[in-house]
Structures are given as structure tokens and as C-alpha cells.
């Protein structure tokens, strides 16, 4: 065990040396350089609701104003996290001489098949017929999807992905494929997430639920999970949800299924990124996980894990960060560098996090020197408010 806990603990601090993510984009600047003729008209896209895409639009924001893009300013508490109100207020109350968050620029599919089809036509058409945008946002791994292609020429920022390579939003780690699309991700979060996961509880069955589209293999990493899965001598047992869909409360309870059918053939359940797996569901996802022993590694971090999930990996800081990473990275087009000649790489430093509580719920034994490797302990299960 304690080779085992030094193992982590040398990997802890390895991966969380701060790695500077600088864009390779010859000499543009990610700062104002000169007064344009006249202000880029930024758009947004979404597949739907979801409470991480606000966090990335604010931190975004955020970034674009200490590089001096945009003014100062100060967000009002919008604590439903909804990305809609946070681009409206931005688009009424920014201040700013070279940029404008267009207030009819906002589109959301609103996890649906149908609409997604109306939204990126009605998106794409007034790019190419308009002329009245100059970049997109595009949040997610739909948008991306929908996005990544020959079908505009609009320089888009695609953000909040967990693997844009095999939902096909980027041909390579290396290279987008196109030269108007720019993706921000970290290339080793999902491995490593993997890794650590396996290390702390050494599971021979790892139970895995997700939708069974490539968007939601995508949000699960179910292509690193498989290959960890040769390297590490594991059995990966799937159960299929629904996510991407308009009807929350068959997405949840498709979740809550397959949680249930899970914990009665693993040794661990890893709980992936979905629409299912939230504030309504943890609760009773944490009951089924305790009752059976079973570990939890959450995907989506540390909120999770203070609701009752055993343990996640996540940005030390946070989404501001790759916010400030895709700020500068908005600069530099803006100052005429190619989209496709950016660094689409953000690697950033790691917090290892753990619920005291549920460890002893499931009967799991936690050493000093593990205590010592985690950044943030909590020491109760918490109700979501």
C-alpha cells in the first residue's frame, strides 16, 4: 500500500507542475495591437443546457477582459448558471472597443435532434448569407460537431470537450483539419483520470453508463477508458443511458437504472459526464453506491464529490485557466493569426479531491500519506441546495 500511495503521490506532483500553454502562432500578439475599423461580432452555440458551458463563457469573458479586450466588469449572481442570461447581460453591459457579444447570436438546440438540425442551418446560413458575425463560440461537443466544417468559414472557437478528436471535431491531436476552427482541450485529463482511479482501488470490473452515440462515448472518454482497460487488466461492464435528449425525466431515470443494474456486478462505478447525472440523481446515486460499498470516481469533479461521490481529478483552478488559455487564443485571431495554426493544447495542473464520509461509508481505509496526496478533503455528504 504505501508504494502504491508513493506511486500517486510522485505522479500527483509530476502532473501538477504548472505547464504554460503559450499558442504557436508566430509573432501575433494575444493583446489589442490597434484600433480596429471596426468591432468583431462574436456568436454562441450550444447542444443544450449545461451548468459547466457557463463556467467557460465566464471565464472566457474574464480572460478577454484582463488582456484588455474588453472593460472590467462585475457579473451579477445568476446561480441557476444559465449560459442564455449570462450572454445576454454581457452583450447589453460589456464595454469594449474591439469586440461585441452579438445579442441575437445566442443558439441553443436545447438537446434536441430536430432543432440542432434547424439551429446549425439557421447558424450556418446567416454566416455564409449575413456577414454580420466574425466568430463563434461553439460550446460542447455538438456545436463543435456542427461546427468543424467546410460549410462556413467563420473562425470557431470550440470549447468545453472532453475528447474533440474521437467525436471528430479535430482530425489530430496535432491539426483541426480546418483552417477557421480552433479546439481547447487537455489532451491527458480523461487517461490520467483513469489512471489514478485504478491506482487508488485496484477494480478488476469497472462499471461505465453512458449514452451510446459518439457525442456520448465522447463525454465519457469511453476510447481511453478501453484503452486503459488492456493496459491496466480490467473488465469494463457498460450499461447505456440517454443524455442528449429533451426529456429530463427520462434521461435521469435512465441514469438511475443503470447505477442500480451496475452496482450489483462491479468493484467500481465511474460516473461520467451526462445530462442524467446531476443534482436531482447524486443523491440517490450516492445511496445505491454506499449500500453496495462500491467506489465512485466522478468525471465532472469536485461537486460531486461534496454530494457524496468518493473521489475526482480535476483543474486545480477551475475553468479559468483554459478560459484565459482560449482568451488568448481569441486574441491572436483577432490580431490575424489562422485558427488553425494555434496550440490547441491546455495543459494545466491537477487536484486530486475525496469525500472523507462516503471512504467510511464503504469501508474504504485511507492512510496519512493518502490524506496527504489529496488537495481537498470534505468530511460530510452534503444535500445539493
Not at 175 to 198: K, N, R
Not at 225 to 249: G, M, N, R
Request: proline fraction near 4%.
Amino acid at each position: 500500500m504505501m508504494k502504491k500511495i508513493q506511486r500517486i503521490s510522485i505522479w500527483l506532483v509530476l502532473c501538477c507542475t504548472v505547464l504554460t500553454a503559450i499558442a504557436n502562432a508566430g509573432d501575433f500578439s494575444s493583446r489589442p495591437q490597434s484600433q480596429p475599423d471596426q468591432r468583431w461580432r462574436i456568436a454562441y452555440y450550444q447542444g443544450g443546457d449545461y451548468k459547466s458551458y457557463y463556467d467557460y463563457l465566464y471565464a472566457t469573458a474574464k480572460g478577454l477582459s484582463q488582456l484588455g479586450w474588453i472593460e472590467p466588469f462585475y457579473l451579477p449572481d445568476f446561480p441557476e448558471k444559465d449560459s442564455k442570461k449570462l450572454w445576454q447581460w454581457l452583450s447589453h453591459n460589456i464595454n469594449s472597443q474591439y469586440l461585441e457579444f452579438v445579442a441575437d447570436g445566442y443558439y441553443s438546440a436545447g438537446w434536441n435532434d430536430i432543432a440542432r438540425k434547424k439551429t446549425r442551418k439557421s447558424l450556418t446560413g446567416r454566416l455564409n448569407k449575413s456577414n454580420d458575425i466574425d466568430m463563434v463560440f461553439a460550446m460542447g461537443t455538438w456545436a463543435g460537431q456542427d461546427l468543424a466544417n467546410n460549410l462556413h468559414r467563420a473562425p470557431t472557437i470550440v470549447i468545453s470537450t472532453s475528447d474533440p478528436l474521437h467525436s471528430g471535431i479535430i482530425k489530430s491531436q496535432n491539426d483541426p483539419g480546418y483552417d477557421h476552427i480552433f479546439a481547447s482541450y487537455d489532451p491527458h485529463l480523461l487517461s490520467q483520470q483513469i489512471q489514478v482511479f485504478h491506482q487508488l482501488i485496484e477494480f478488476k470490473k469497472l462499471g461505465v453508463f453512458y449514452e451510446n452515440t459518439v457525442s456520448g462515448r465522447s463525454y465519457a472518454g469511453m476510447d481511453f477508458i478501453e484503452q486503459a482497460s488492456a493496459e491496466l487488466d480490467y473488465e469494463i461492464v457498460p450499461c447505456y443511458t440517454q443524455s442528449d435528449i429533451a426529456d429530463q425525466q427520462r434521461v435521469d431515470q435512465s441514469v438511475i437504472e443503470c447505477f442500480d443494474k451496475l452496482a450489483e456486478k462491479v468493484d467500481a462505478l465511474f460516473v461520467s459526464t451526462q445530462g442524467g447525472v446531476n443534482a436531482e440523481t447524486i443523491p440517490k446515486l450516492v445511496k445505491t453506491a454506499n449500500r453496495f460499498d462500491i467506489p465512485t470516481f466522478a468525471q465532472n469533479g469536485e461537486l460531486q464529490v461534496r454530494y457524496g461521490l468518493l473521489m475526482s481529478l480535476i483543474p486545480r483552478s477551475g475553468a479559468g485557466p483554459e478560459g484565459m488559455f482560449v482568451a488568448e487564443n481569441v486574441g491572436q485571431i483577432i490580431n490575424g493569426a489562422k485558427p488553425r495554426n494555434l496550440k490547441q493544447h491546455f495543459e494545466g495542473a491537477f487536484s486530486m479531491i475525496m469525500n472523507m464520509k462516503t471512504a467510511e461509508k464503504i469501508g474504504l481505509y485511507v492512510n496519512a500519506d493518502l490524506l496527504a496526496a489529496a488537495d481537498k478533503l470534505y468530511w460530510q455528504i452534503e444535500l445539493p441546495q
